[in-house]
């Protein structure tokens, strides 16, 4: 498969995302100062957007690593989403050196609603630049011309499709991505804890390499990036492969999107139903909706959105689920925030 990296493109804003094969890296350097190391962080929550973008690149490789095998098959053999697929390959197109850097707007909370209503506002300007560059590399589809033009058929019709694609290919997975995206930022933040950044870093490698105070990351161009005082804000992804991502634009604010290890049996179910039988059994499919969610700590408003019922439900369904000991509550200020126990996460994991 081939490998994503991005780089800087003429005119402000505007970022190429290459895609090279082989194993060609040479280096990136990121400079830190002690004022970058502060205002580095860790993504909180998974970034829709870009497991969409970066998920669709390992839907159109022929031979995806063994890792994403199994999501491979099943996802393929979603015949409904084909159409969706090929829509979105017209500005996210299999094999091609570019893709707009619309479809991956800077979200430090990677919420899919907010993302996509990003996406649904970007300047018409800069959506006219990035898909006439996309126009070099390939011939586009007539629909692609409303879209370059901001008009908002065009606009809503790409969100659907966004949000389609994410039904059918990253959603019936979510919990799973989820709770392996909390289980390497659980552990970073252990490692932060007790070691610094500069434990941190080392334990990215070897794709990433902690020689305070610059970060080399495997690259398929050499480069350099100085923060300059912004900090870095560091996204794992679930379907990033090989090699991180670099958001060049100067404009935006540093994001290094990188790939997590992966476990091979992450997906020993092939039936994205069958985790949730046992819980569901026992509790409802309303409060398992809400031990999946807690993927990561949350809000009771956050948890309202993402399961989508009413403020004063989840909070009746989070009083019985801390009764039972499989959530816990804590109150910083006056927000209530919610996270899993080790007795909830076993019982989502099917462990005992």
């Not at 990296?5 to 890296?25: C, D, K, P, Q, Y």
């Not at 900090?231 to 679930?238: A, E, H, M, Q, R």
């Not at 509790?283 to 909706?289: E, H, K, M, W």
């Not at 910083?332 to 126990?341: F, I, R």
Request: aromatic residues 8%; proline residues 8%; hydrophobic residues 45%.
């Amino acid at each position: 498969m081939h490998h994503l990296i991005t780089m800087v493109a003429g005119g402000s804003g505007i970022l190429e995302h290459w895609l090279l094969g082989g194993n060609r890296f040479v280096v990136l350097r990121v400079h830190f100062d002690t004022e970058d190391l502060a205002r580095t962080r860790i993504a909180a929550n998974i970034d829709q957007l870009w497991e969409i973008v970066l998920s669709m690149h390992v839907l159109q490789s022929r031979a995806p690593n063994l890792v994403f095998e199994p999501w491979w098959r099943d996802v393929h053999a979603r015949p409904g989403l084909r159409g969706t697929v090929t829509l979105l390959n017209s500005v996210n197109p299999p094999g091609s050196p570019y893709f707009p850097d619309f479809l991956t707007p800077f979200d430090e909370y990677g919420d899919l609603g907010s993302g996509i209503e990003t996406v649904l506002r970007t300047p018409v300007r800069r959506l006219r630049n990035e898909l006439v560059l996309l126009a070099e590399h390939r011939k586009l589809p007539t629909w692609v011309g409303a879209l370059a033009e901001g008009r908002a058929t065009a606009l809503n019709r790409l969100g659907g499709w966004l949000r389609e694609y994410h039904e059918q290919a990253i959603g019936p997975y979510e919990a799973r991505i989820g709770r392996a995206l909390a289980a390497h930022r659980a552990a970073c933040a252990r490692t932060l804890v007790t070691g610094g950044w500069d434990a941190v870093f080392a334990g990215l490698a070897p794709s990433m390499r902690w020689a305070a105070p610059v970060l080399e990351v495997d690259y398929p161009v050499d480069r350099d990036l100085v923060l300059a005082g912004r900090g870095l804000l560091l996204v794992p992804s679930f379907f990033c492969w090989r090699t991180p991502v670099m958001l060049a634009d100067p404009e935006l604010p540093p994001v290094l999107v990188y790939p997590i290890p992966h476990a091979p049996p992450w997906l020993g179910n092939p039936d994205p139903s069958g985790e949730r039988a046992v819980p569901a059994a026992l509790l409802g499919v309303t409060r398992t909706a809400v031990l999946e969610a807690l993927d990561r700590e949350s809000t009771t408003l956050e948890l309202a959105r993402r399961v989508g019922v009413a403020p004063a439900t989840i909070s009746h369904h989070t009083g019985v689920l801390r009764e039972a000991g499989l959530i816990l509550t804590t109150r910083v200020a006056n927000l209530a925030l919610h996270s899993l126990t080790d007795l909830g996460r076993a019982l989502l994991d099917g462990g005992p």
